[in-house]
Structure formats: structure tokens, C-alpha cells
């Protein structure tokens, strides 16, 4: 039988997190822009856009992301359009990121006092102008501690993509555990490895929070 | 500048010869306006025409509206019947282009002052001139340096909105609606949110606007200010202009007895 080393385990597994990453950032981006897309509809179009993206939201913050990404890979593949376990997970994390980063922002926006948007239009802003000068700011303040927490979800949730055939984090350790037989140190491992990933970022959260307390 | 009457402009015998003097066009031109809230019409009618430098003050008990017509005025509030001209410009909801010319010549100022606190001082006042109309940021600063010396703050203009009293925050809020030179300025309860010991700072700073000509409709509880400041006072009552005159004539020679009774719960 062949002798796993700890370093053994452990290369392997950070190969497998550049994926991770991968997929996370394309989460954070994708999920981010259409996100922001979302929002400002929500905020700027008529009724039948705000309802339109409450829908949206409603859908995927009302399923699981492993439904999600069973119904990207498999659901277009009966639609027979063939997509890589790349491109579904892609598409998957990003549309669930951006339906909850769309609600969590429309809240940090609703908090923002009617009187400030009413200050701006008696100013003669235009919509763009209030959003990107007057609320944004503002929003944006009270807007980096539940974006960033499920920003972090979100990379542990990531995990599931395993489920899909693709190659992360977790389905590494789950294929070195297989040939191994060292579930508890390869586990222990993976662990450590996304609390490195998502401990950082929490600690940045907090200090970009007080630093956009200060410039005020 | 001058534009023309439009189609549904001020009618009847005086309509604005091209040659005729600014000042006999009203400058804030109501007429049938009516607001509903649902199944609850808040302002029945209204017809009321402000010259240019007219003072008017609105009282009335709160709800009987006339904080909604304020807010009329610059759009701020939807109404369903009955059309509104300022400065010659319509006010057509749903229009954003038609809204931004019309706001551009109505000033407002908040009962709770709405200043942006991610802003300081300064930047409060310069942030519309600078996007609206497309000023510089040089000739802003200057600008605004000279507005809030006008209010008696020069000496803010770093500071933050929080690190102001209530009523150097509704100065600055008046300087910041100065800045975009509106032709009416609009003030909504401006001294109700101020402990008693400031509101005298405020109402100097008004006075001194309406002493300089500025258009001024003012919602106001301060009664000795409405007599003395304003050339005209209208009295609201369910919904509708009740009674309407100059100040001596409504504070003392009130003619309904609905204004009779609230000016006599004033006291």
C-alpha cells in the first residue's frame, strides 16, 4: 500500500482550492453585476420590474442551491445544450448570488431615510444622481457587514458544486479521503482551508467598516 | 427668461403680453388642483396664484393640507386633478425632463433638514450645482462659501452635518437650497424640529431672504413670524383654501369661525 505523506494531502488539496476560489470569485462578480442590475431595477422601473425581480428573488432564495445546480447541469443538458460542470456551477452561484446580494441591498437602501431622497429630488437629481451621489453612500455604509457575511456563505457554498462532477475543495478531499483512508486529517485539512479563505474576509469587513465610519 | 404660456396656461383676460412686466405673472400658478390618498382626497380644489417676491404663509391645523400642497409644488407629492405652473414651467408627473426643469426653480426646506451626513458642510451645498447644473467644482466652492457666510457659517464649511446644532443644520439646508437659485423657495414646518432657543436663528436667516425678494411659501406654526414676515396668509381647512388675505386682516379680523377657533387654541 502506498504512504500518503501529510504534504501529500496537502498539495493536493491546494491545487483543488484554486478552484474554489475560482468559483467563488465568479460568484462575488457575476452575482455582483447582476445584482446591482436587479437593484436598480427594482429601485428605478416601474412595477412591473420591481415585481418582476421580487419573482426572481423569491425563486432562488426559496430553493436550494443544490436544486440550482442539479437544474444548470442537468435541466440544460435535457434542453440539449451541453454545459460543462465549469459552466453550470458558473451560472448557478451566480444567479443565487445575485438574488440574495439584490434583497440584502434593496434593505440597506430601504433604511435609507425617505427624507434623503426626498432632499434630492427637491434638488432636481436625477434618479441616477440620488442612487449614485445621495443613497448609495449611505447604503453602502450599512451594506458591507450582511454583504460580506454572505459573500462568505457563499464561498462555503461552493461545496456543493461537487455534486455536479466539479472538482473544488470539498470533492478533492473527498476523492483523497477514498484514496487515502485518512478521512479525519483530510477533513481537519479542507476545514482549515475555507476557514483561511473566508476568515480574512470577515476581518477586512470589519475594518472597512470602521473606516467608512471614520470618513464620515 | 421667459416662455410661453402653454395650452393649458394661466386663461382668462390676462394672459403675459410679450412685453408686459414680469411681475403681473404669477410666479406659482394652482388651479383645481385636487390630491387624493386612496379613497381620501387631502386637497379639494385649490387655485392659488403667488406673484414673484410674495411672502405667503399657509397655517392651518395639521391635516388639513397644506403641507401636501407644499409638497405639490415641487412634485413631491402626485396629484390627480387640476394643473401647476412655476416660473412658467408645467408640472407633468412621469416626465423625469419636465420634473428636473420644474424643480430647478423650486427651493425646499424639511422640517428635519435632510442634510446628506455623508457629506460634509460644503459639499452638501455644492453637490446639486456641481451635477445639476454642471458647475465647476471651483466656482461651487466659491459659491457655497458664500452662502453659508449669508446663513452665518462660514466658518463650517469642513464640518459634518452631525457636528451642527438643529438649527445650523436647517442653515446650512437653506443654503444648500439657495445654491441652485431657485425662484421659489418652499418651507415646510422649517422650525418645528428645533428646540425653542434656536428657532430665532432660522427665522432671521428667512426674514432676510423675503427682506432680499426671494418667492417664499412658507407652512409655518410661528404666527408672530407668518405677521410679520409675509404679505399674504392662507388659511387651510379640510382640504380646501378657507380663508385668504393679508395678516392683519386674517389674524385680526378673521372672518369664519373655523378660523376664528384656531387661531383662538393658539393662545
Given at each position: 500500500m502506498v504512504e500518503f505523506t501529510l504534504w501529500d494531502i496537502v498539495r493536493n488539496l491546494l491545487l483543488a482550492v484554486r478552484w474554489t476560489v475560482v468559483l467563488s470569485?465568479?460568484?462575488?462578480?457575476?452575482?455582483?453585476?447582476?445584482?446591482?442590475?436587479?437593484?436598480?431595477?427594482?429601485?428605478?422601473?416601474?412595477?412591473?420590474?420591481?415585481?418582476?425581480?421580487?419573482?426572481?428573488v423569491q425563486l432562488f432564495q426559496g430553493t436550494p442551491l443544490l436544486m440550482q445546480l442539479f437544474l444548470a447541469y442537468f435541466g440544460l443538458g435535457l434542453l440539449g445544450v451541453d454545459v460543462s460542470p465549469w459552466v453550470a456551477a458558473g451560472v448557478a452561484l451566480t444567479l443565487y448570488t445575485s438574488a440574495f446580494l439584490a434583497e440584502i441591498w434593496r434593505g440597506c437602501v430601504d433604511a435609507i431615510p425617505k427624507g434623503q431622497w426626498e432632499a434630492a429630488d427637491s434638488l432636481a437629481l436625477s434618479f441616477g444622481e440620488k442612487l449614485r451621489h445621495v443613497v448609495g453612500p449611505q447604503a453602502l455604509r450599512i451594506a458591507v457587514a450582511p454583504t460580506?457575511?454572505?459573500?462568505?456563505?457563499?464561498?462555503?457554498?461552493?461545496?456543493?458544486?461537487?455534486?455536479?462532477g466539479f472538482v473544488?475543495?470539498?470533492?478533492?478531499?473527498?476523492?483523497?479521503?477514498?484514496?487515502?483512508?485518512?478521512?479525519?486529517?483530510?477533513?481537519?485539512?479542507?476545514?482549515?482551508?475555507?476557514?483561511?479563505?473566508?476568515?480574512?474576509?470577515s476581518a477586512w469587513s470589519k475594518r472597512l467598516e470602521r473606516r467608512l465610519r471614520r470618513a464620515h | 427668461m421667459r416662455t410661453e404660456p402653454g395650452p393649458q396656461g394661466p386663461c382668462g383676460a390676462e394672459t403675459r403680453a410679450g412685453n408686459g412686466q414680469a411681475s403681473s405673472a404669477p410666479i406659482v400658478d394652482v388651479s383645481g388642483l385636487r390630491k387624493r390618498f386612496g379613497s381620501n382626497e387631502v386637497l379639494k380644489g385649490i387655485d392659488l396664484q403667488v406673484r414673484r417676491g410674495e411672502v405667503i404663509a399657509v397655517i392651518g391645523r395639521s391635516g388639513s393640507g397644506k403641507?401636501?400642497?407644499l409638497r405639490c409644488i415641487n412634485g413631491l407629492e402626485v396629484f390627480q386633478e387640476g394643473t401647476l405652473q412655476v416660473d412658467g414651467q408645467p408640472?407633468?408627473?412621469?416626465d423625469a425632463k419636465a420634473m428636473r426643469a420644474l424643480r430647478q426653480h423650486v427651493g425646499m426646506i424639511f422640517q428635519s433638514f435632510n442634510l446628506f451626513p455623508h457629506l460634509?458642510?460644503?459639499?452638501?451645498v455644492m453637490l446639486a450645482p456641481t451635477l445639476v447644473k454642471a458647475r465647476g467644482r471651483g466656482a461651487a466652492?466659491?459659491?457655497?462659501?458664500?452662502?453659508?457666510?449669508?446663513?452665518?457659517?462660514?466658518?463650517?464649511?469642513?464640518?459634518?452635518?452631525?457636528?451642527?446644532?438643529?438649527?445650523?443644520?436647517?442653515?446650512?439646508?437653506?443654503?444648500?437650497?439657495?445654491a441652485m437659485e431657485p425662484s421659489v423657495m418652499l418651507c415646510d414646518e422649517i422650525t418645528s424640529a428645533l428646540d425653542p432657543e434656536l428657532v430665532g436663528e432660522v427665522l432671521k436667516v428667512v426674514e432676510g431672504l423675503a427682506d432680499e425678494g426671494m418667492t417664499l411659501m412658507m407652512v409655518t406654526h410661528e404666527m408672530n413670524f407668518a405677521r410679520k414676515v409675509s404679505d399674504r396668509v392662507v388659511f387651510m381647512h379640510a382640504g380646501r383654501i378657507h380663508e385668504m388675505g393679508p395678516p392683519e386682516q386674517l389674524f385680526g379680523a378673521p372672518q369664519t369661525p373655523e378660523l376664528k377657533q384656531f387661531l383662538s387654541a393658539l393662545h
Open positions: 470569485l465568479i460568484a462575488f462578480v457575476g452575482g455582483g453585476l447582476v445584482g446591482l442590475a436587479l437593484l436598480t431595477a427594482r429601485l428605478g422601473g416601474g412595477r412591473a420590474s420591481g415585481q418582476a425581480v421580487a419573482g426572481y460580506v457575511g454572505f459573500l462568505v456563505q457563499v464561498i462555503k457554498g461552493t461545496a456543493l458544486a461537487s455534486v455536479i473544488e475543495l470539498t470533492k478533492a478531499g473527498t476523492m483523497i479521503t477514498n484514496a487515502t483512508f485518512m478521512p479525519f486529517t483530510v477533513y481537519a485539512c479542507v476545514a482549515l482551508m475555507y476557514f483561511a479563505l473566508c476568515w480574512p474576509i | 403641507s401636501t400642497l408640472l407633468r408627473h412621469g460634509s458642510v460644503g459639499r452638501n466652492e466659491v459659491q457655497a462659501r458664500a452662502l453659508l457666510a449669508r446663513v452665518g457659517l462660514a466658518e463650517k464649511f469642513e464640518a459634518w452635518p452631525d457636528q451642527l446644532s438643529g438649527g445650523q443644520q436647517q442653515r446650512v439646508a437653506i443654503a444648500r437650497a439657495l
